[in-house]
């Protein structure tokens, strides 16, 4: 490592003064992110602590890693039940197969997002925010595994562009990132992002098995099918809680997800009190589903209501969505008392998206997004309550002075 921060340190003077200024901000980047930056602030009162973004960065990365390493085993695993070969093909052959679909959109994600962030930096003097870090990572990972490389990068530039520069850059958007580019995705290029051919790659070339069906258990629950499998394979609930069904490339085991969500609680990075009310607003709103099933208008609505409220928890994106996603520090609510209702209402709504519509079973990511809107108005209204309330304590004390 010494000898990559020499070659650094020797390059800086050309790109602080030289001809090569404008490559400055690739400069700061590529060194921040390898190395502790030696620099301090000159101006302005800042907060000092043993945590700098960065670090908080680095430990949402190390938190995604279980839900990347099975992410990758899963995509060749459901691709090889697909081609018949799952028998003849062990542990390595499927990691190794999910990596060479995985790694290249994880390259290509960084490439678009940290162009538009160097852009940016270049054009706003400033060096380059760490914030993209876990983006490139999250985007990948809720994306299909046969999505097409260009339109990854497309939907990349377009949350950061959109969804982030417009409103300052890191810290100042109020959307997530990586949801904003999977909302692209999904509305600009439906076929890739939807269907039953969508979340098993290889599923739409040669050499699939006859009459395979890559119908995730979500998109069945719709159906009204309550015991969802593929070629024989159950998608029960053993199989959603440790992942082996199909999805999107991150989201399907809850095991990994779990683990990376206790590492995130342990390190204060994400808020357990989110995380918890949205688990409570999944089950509120299947409860109450549950209640009315009966008085569904078709039998297909009726058993998707009817399914216990618990499994919502284990199925689609709701276990990725809410601890890596809802818990986002800049989208989410800040107050302590608004994090249970954001949290609350961002179960509550994922769940009515998904049976309200059965065309989109998976409501997490509308779900966070609206959310993300409404945690600045969540937020005011439980300042001004905290205001008033300490105003009315105020004018008892007077009274009785």
Known sequence: MKFIQDLLDKARPAVTTGKLKPLYPL????????????????????????????????????????ALLFGMWNIGHWHYIATGESETMGLMDNVIYGAIKLLPMIIVTYAAGLGVEILFS???????????????????????????????????IFAVLIGKEVFGGTGMNILNPALTARAFAFFAYPKSMSGDSAWISGLGGEGIVDGFSGATALSQ?????????????????????????PGSIGETSVLAILIGAAILIYTGIGSWKIMFSGVIGALFMGLVFNWVAPYAATPAVSDFMAIPPHWHLLYGGFAFGIVFMATDPVSASQTEKGKWIYGFLTGFFCI???????????????????????APLIDHYVVQANVK?????????NANA
């Open 352 to 374: 009515a998206i998904r049976v309200f519509n059965p065309g989109f079973p998976e409501g997490v990511m509308l779900a966070i997004l609206f959310m993300n809107v409404m």
């Open 122 to 156: 270049y054009l706003r003097k400033h060096p380059v925010n760490e914030g993209f870090l876990v983006s490139g990572i999250l985007i990948p990972l809720i994306m299909p595994a046969d999505m097409p490389l260009w339109m990854v990068a497309v939907s990349t």
């Open 221 to 245: 629950f719709a159906a009204g099918n309550t015991a969802p499998e593929i070629a024989g394979h159950a998608l029960d609930m053993k199989n959603a809680f440790l992942g082996i069904i």
């Open 389 to 397: 309330k300490r105003q009315k304590r105020a004018q008892l004390a």
């Open 27 to 66: 400069h700061n980047a590529i060194e921040t992110m390898m190395f502790v930056p030696d620099h301090t602030t000159h101006s302005g009162a800042h907060v000092r602590d043993s945590i700098d973004l960065k670090r908080t960065m680095v430990t949402v990365i190390f938190a995604l890693v279980p």
